[in-house]
């Protein structure tokens, strides 16, 4: 194996901190990515990794090995690739995305089949989660993200403004009538979102100029991704608080219904989010740039 395959073999591994899974991702058995970063710490004479049985963490050298590789292999990455746009060659090669799972349903893949014909030999794996995922420890090369980026080391490029609209079910109204002001919520419940089950939820929020105001509400139910809010909702377990594109269709076809519009929680930037390296691959900024436009368009559309 080549240096700079030993070198790809060792960020994933690094990426990962798993032999198992790089191996996976790489589609090479276990014994030859083991294999493959023993031979590179050969060569180089130091320790990369420290292995357990139960997990593989970088050693200090390996830190500094892995910092390098990461812009060394971009750069490659970027020379492999940068005249194909010029020769009309299509662009090779996987992309990795993360998004949440109502931009991936709603929005992403929907659109993905026109760009893949003009592209046919690109393969984008999209993971669809709530949680906040680490890029570069997980291998992403862009993440879809709502919300603040305040992570060191990431790069957000806006896109724009996710509005935020209240509803509820049309059963859960009959049952309970509708909230015309905020005072009528301690009469009401709230499906409650938290990213991880255990943690405080926010409660109703409201944009109130620069500030953000929190009611506290009753809610017999909690979930952590977009799809369980929804269901929740649609099964009448209460009100919930989410991006309009998410429901779009819901609130067209009478199966959700929007109560308080002038009392809804802050706008959410959206933000194209990828790992600060020096270059980014043609195949990455191609899908960025498609991203973008994609997004822009249904922002623009609600």
Known sequence: MSFLDQ???????????????AADSLGLPK?????????????????????????????????????????????MDE?????????SN??????????????????????????????????????STERKVDLVREGFDCVVRAG?????GLIARPVGDL????????????????????????????????????????????????AVRSITMAGAVTVNNAEAYQAACLAGLGLIQVPFVGVRDLLAQGRLCAVLPACVAAPMPLSL?????????????VVMDWLHVLLNDHLHAD
């Open 31 to 75: 014994a030859s990515v083991s294999s493959a970063v023993q031979q590179l710490e050969n060569r180089l004479g130091v320790r990369l990794l420290h292995r357990t049985t139960r997990k593989v963490v970088l050693s200090d050298d390996g830190q500094a090995f892995y910092d390098r590789c990461r812009d060394a292999l971009a750069d």
């Open 90 to 127: 299509p662009l090779k090669g996987r992309v990795r995305l993360d998004m949440s799972t109502v931009i991936a349903r709603q929005v992403v893949l929907p659109g993905l089949p026109d760009f893949l014909q003009q592209h046919p030999e690109l393969h984008i794996e999209v993971s």
């Open 148 to 152: 603040k980026v305040t992570e060191p």
């Open 7 to 21: 070198m790809l073999v060792f960020s994933r591994v690094a990426e990962l901190a798993s032999f198992t899974q």
């Open 79 to 87: 020379l492999q690739t940068m005249f194909q746009l010029h020769r």
């Open 273 to 285: 989010v990828y790992a600060h390296r020096r270059n980014l691959s043609t195949r990455v900024r």
């Open 163 to 210: 509005r935020m609209v209240n509803c509820a079910s049309p059963a859960y109204l009959r049952r309970l009538g509708e909230p015309q002001s905020l005072e009528d919520l301690a009469a009401h419940t709230l499906v409650h979102f938290a990213g991880t089950l255990g943690t405080r939820p926010t409660g109703f929020e409201v944009a109130e100029g620069d």
